[in-house]
């Protein structure tokens, strides 16, 4: 399938994607932001032939449903955070596992994930602010983000 053929997908049946995207979603930027993950992923693997709009549909279904689950770790995180600042002193524990996260982070994120990271959860700013701001795309600002996410998660499944 050549760039072509993606273009054409897209002008297409962009508004149909995109349309679903809102409906589970409720927020444009992120539906468009969706809709892109999902060409993104069209550009990124070989295909022989154009998918079908029942193919493309599904795969805007399974990105909202990946972002809605992003959110929900961002609001566990600030919730946390939030009865955190309630309790009198950290204890001797809670610093040990800040401290490894402190760690896990200089270590194992490049600073431009770190950044990112930062400005999207605890900066809470979107996306698109985040990418403008960064002077990149928002399919990289998500990529940094899943790296993020993902490493930490494995991180702390270990423990």
């Known amino acids: 399938m050549t760039t072509q053929d993606i273009e054409q997908l897209f002008r297409t049946h962009y508004t149909t994607m995109y349309r679903l995207a809102l409906t589970i979603l409720y927020d444009d930027d992120e539906s468009k932001d969706a809709v892109s993950e999902v060409f993104v992923h069209l550009l990124e693997k070989e295909y022989k032939e154009a998918p079908p709009l029942s193919y493309l549909l599904a795969a805007v279904r399974n990105q909202c449903l990946n972002m809605i689950e992003h959110h929900q770790v961002h ?7 939030s009865e955190e600042a309630c309790l009198p ?4 524990i809670e ?3 800040m401290d490894e996260l402190l760690d896990y982070n200089r270590r194992h994120l490049t600073p431009l994930t770190r950044q ?3 400005m999207r959860y605890l900066d809470e700013m979107k996306v698109m602010d985040i990418a403008s701001q960064l002077g990149i795309s928002r399919q ?3 990529a940094h983000l899943r790296q993020a996410i ?3 998660r494995k ?3 270990k423990k």
């Open 155 to 157: 991180y702390y499944d």
């Open 95 to 97: 610093h040990r596992l």
């Open 75 to 81: 609001e566990r995180i600030i919730r946390l955070l």
């Open 150 to 152: 993902e490493g930490i």
């Open 89 to 92: 002193t950290p204890t001797d």
């Open 116 to 118: 990112i990271f930062k």
């Open 140 to 142: 990289s600002v998500h």
